[in-house]
C-alpha cells in the first residue's frame, strides 16, 4: 500500500461523495463528509507512525525535527559505520573477529561481513524488540545436546521430513493404483505395500534419532513381471525412484549423525557470538550517527510509535495511556494488504485498536499468495491465524473470501491459476490452491485477440557456438524483449479506462517485472533504450554505479589514500 494508493482512495472518496452530493445537495452529512476527506487518517503505515511520532515525540523524549532520509543517504551512512567497526576491531587484533572474517569472508573482499552484519539488523528491527531478538539467536546456539531437538528449527525440521515422508505414501497410493488396474505389474504390489508401511510407520518418529533409525530402509529388487505394459513398468519404476531419491537427499541433508548436527551447531556458536555482537555493535553506532545528523529511516519511525503506543514489562508488555486515547479516537480500522504485516506493525495496530477492549474493529484485507517473498520482512503467518481461525458466519470476528479478480482478463487468470495449481501448498505459499483461493474473472472485457499467455525461450547457449555475440544473458534477454514490445506497438489493442474502447497499445501500458531489479532492471533500461524504446526503472541501485559517480567516488579514495592504484587510473583516464 503506497502513498500514491492512498491519495487515490481519498480521490476516489471524494467523487463517490459528490456523484451522492448531487443527488442530494441538501445533505449536510454528505458535505461534512466531503470537508473531512482530507484530513482523513487514510495513509501508509508508515506515514501514521510518523502522525505518532511528530505528535507524541514528547513521550520518548526525541527531537521533533527529525526527516526522514532518503536510501542513498542512509547506504553511505551504513558503509561508513560499518567501516569504523571493522578497521576498529582488526587494530584492536581481535582474535574471534579475525576468526569469523576468515571463515565468512576467506580473505576476499569485506563485502560478505557487510551483507551479514546488515541483514541481521534488518530482521531485527522487524521484530518489536530488536536487542531482545538478537540475543534470542544467539541463546539458541547455547543450548545442551540434551535440549537440542527441543529446539524452534529442530522441530520445523522434522516438521518437513514428515511431510516429505506424507507425500511420498501418497505417490506409493498413486504407483500401487497403477499396479492394480488391468494390464498393469501386480507382481511389484507387495513390494510397493512393503515400502510404503515403513514410511508411515517411520512417520511416527518424533526425534531426528527415530527418524534417522526408522529409514535405514534396505530396499527389495522388483520381481520380474514381463506379460504385463511395458510403459506401467517404468512409470511404477520412476516413480519409486523417485521416491528412493527423495528419502535418501532427506538423510544426506537432515539425518546423517545428529550428534554430529549438535557439535557442529556448537561450533557455529563461536562464530554467533561474534555476528550478534557486532550487530549490537553496529546498531548502536548507526542509531548514534543517525542522531548526530536528526534523521530517521522508516523501522526508527516504526520503533519510536512502538515506544509511544507500548511499555515493555517483566511479564510482557503493556499498553500506554497514549494508545489508550487511540484507541478511544478510532471506531473503525481498515488495513489493506495485510498479509505484508510485520510483527511490530501487528503490535501498532493492536495498541490503536479497541479489539482489547473487547469490541473488534479491524477490517483487514489482505492475499497470502502474494506474501510468498515476505516483503519488507513481513510475517504471513499473521494472516494466517485469522485466515485458519475466523468463521464464515456472521460475527466480531469473521472471514469473507473475495474470490473475484477485477484486474486480470481470462487468459492472465487462467494461466496463473494453471501453474499455481501444481506448485502451490501450505508449505509453500502458505496456503493450498484450490478452487477456493483460486482467481475467477470478475471483470468484463471486449474481444481482443493477441491476449494469449506465451511463453518466450531465449537460448543462452548460443554464445557458445557463435563467437560473434558479445552480449551478457541479461543483455540477450533485453533485447528480445525488446523485439516483443516493438510487435506489441506495432499489432496490440489494449483498453483504454477512460473511455472503455480499444486503442492501439502505447509504451505507456507496458511493464516489465523481473525476480529481482538488482543487477538486471539498469541493464534493461540500458538495452531497451539503445534499441529505441523509452523506458525506466524505479530502482536507485544504478545511481552510484555511473561514470560521473564512479570517477567522484575513486577521487575520493584517491584522497583517502593516494597509493590506490585502481582507483587513481580511473581518476586519470
Known amino acids: ?124 528491527q522487524s521484530n518489536p524488540w530488536p536487542s531482545e531478538w538478537i ?51 501386480n507382481k511389484y504390489s507387495p513390494v510397493i505395500e512393503e515400502e510404503s508401511d515403513r514410511l508411515q510407520k517411520a512417520m511416527e518418529g518424533n526425534t531426528l534419532e527415530e527418524l534417522e533409525t526408522a529409514l535405514d530402509i534396505k530396499y527389495s529388487r522388483l520381481p520380474a513381471d514381463k506379460n504385463t505394459s511395458e510403459d506401467a513398468r517404468t512409470y511404477v519404476k520412476n516413480i519409486r525412484d523417485g521416491i528412493k531419491k527423495r528419502i535418501a537427499a532427506l538423510k544426506d541433508n537432515y539425518l546423517t549423525d545428529v550428534h554430529r548436527q549438535y557439535g557442529d551447531m556448537a561450533q557455529c556458536s563461536h562464530y554467533v557470538r561474534t555476528i550478534t555482537s557486532l550487530t549490537s555493535e553496529f546498531t548502536d553506532a548507526y542509531q548514534k550517527a543517525k542522531a548526530a545528523s536528526n534523521i530517521v529511516d522508516f523501522p526508527d519511525i516504526e520503533h519510536y510509535a512502538l515506544d509511544i503506543l507500548v511499555k515493555r514489562t517483566d511479564e510482557g508488555y503493556e499498553y500506554t495511556e497514549i494508545a489508550d486515547e487511540l484507541a478511544a ?49 513481513s510475517r504471513p503467518e499473521l494472516f494466517m491465524e485469522k ?17 473475484k479478480n477485477f484486474r486480470s482478463r481470462k487468459e492472465v487468470l487462467d494461466s496463473v491459476n494453471y501453474i499455481f495449481r501444481q506448485i502451490m501448498m501450505r508449505n509453500l505459499g502458505e496456503i493450498d490452491y484450490d478452487d477456493k483461493a483460486a482467481l475467477y474473472v470478475g471483470a468484463e472485457y471486449p474481444e481482443n485477440p493477441g491476449c494469449e499467455t506465451e511463453v518466450l525461450v531465449l537460448n543462452t547457449e548460443l554464445k557458445k557456438y557463435d563467437r560473434s555475440i558479445k552480449a551478457s544473458k541479461q543483455e540477450m534477454e533485453a533485447r528480445m524483449i525488446a523485439s516483443r514490445i516493438r ?19 502505447r509504451y505507456s501500458d507496458i511493464v516489465i517485472l523481473t525476480r529481482s531489479v538488482k543487477g538486471i532492471a539498469d541493464i534493461f533500461v540500458q538495452e531497451l533504450n539503445r534499441e529505441g524504446i523509452p523506458a525506466f526503472s524505479g530502482t536507485k541501485e544504478g545511481y552510484f554505479a555511473t561514470q560521473e559517480i564512479g570517477v567522484l567516488l ?3 579514495r584517491v584522497l583517502d589514500n593516494r597509493k590506490q592504484d585502481i582507483p587513481l587510473a580511473a581518476v586519470l583516464m
Open 387 to 403: 485466515f485458519d481461525t475466523y468463521d464464515f458466519e456472521k460475527g466480531p470476528k469473521q472471514r469473507i473470501d473475495l474470490h
Open 487 to 505: 510487435r506489441l506497438i506495432a499489432e496490440q489493442k489494449v483498453l483504454d479506462k477512460k473511455t472503455g474502447k480499444l486503442r492501439p497499445a
Open 135 to 185: 540475543n534470542k539467536c544467539l541463546r539458541d546456539y547455547l543450548v545442551d545436546e540434551d535440549e537440542y531437538e527441543n529446539l524452534p528449527v529442530v522441530k520445523d525440521t522434522i516438521g518437513y521430513i514428515k511431510a516429505s515422508l506424507a507425500e511420498c505414501v501418497q505417490e506409493y497410493g498413486e504407483i500401487l493404483d497403477e499396479c492394480c488396474q488391468p494390464g498393469g505389474p
Open 554 to 556: 575513486d577521487y575520493l
Open 1 to 124: 500500500f503506497t502513498k500514491a494508493a492512498a491519495e487515490e482512495m481519498k480521490t476516489r472518496l471524494s467523487r463517490a461523495f459528490e456523484k451522492e452530493l448531487s443527488a442530494n445537495p441538501d445533505n449536510r452529512y454528505l458535505i461534512r463528509q466531503i470537508s473531512l476527506v482530507d484530513s482523513a487518517r487514510i495513509c501508509t503505515i508508515d506515514s501514521f507512525c510518523s502522525y505518532i511520532v511528530r505528535n507524541y515525540y514528547n513521550a520518548i523524549g526525541i527531537d521533533p525535527s527529525f526527516r526522514i532520509a532518503d536510501e542513498g543517504e542512509l547506504n553511505l551512512m551504513r558503509a561508513d559505520v560499518m567501516s569504523d567497526i571493522i578497521e576498529r576491531h582488526f587494530a584492536d587484533n581481535d582474535g574471534a573477529f579475525e576468526d569469523f572474517v576468515e571463515a565468512f569472508a576467506g580473505g576476499k573482499k569485506l563485502d560478505r561481513i557487510y551483507d551479514i552484519i546488515i541483514g541481521l539488523h534488518r530482521f531485527a
Open 329 to 377: 479516537q478510532y471506531k473503525e480500522i481498515y488495513i489493506d494488504e495485510y498479509q505484508d504485516s510485520n510483527l511490530v506493525q501487528e503490535l501498532i495496530l493492536k495498541a490503536v485498536s479497541r479489539e482489547r477492549f473487547g469490541n473488534p474493529d479491524m477490517f483487514m484485507v489482505g492475499d497470502v499468495k502474494q506474501s510468498i517473498y515476505s516483503f519488507r520482512l
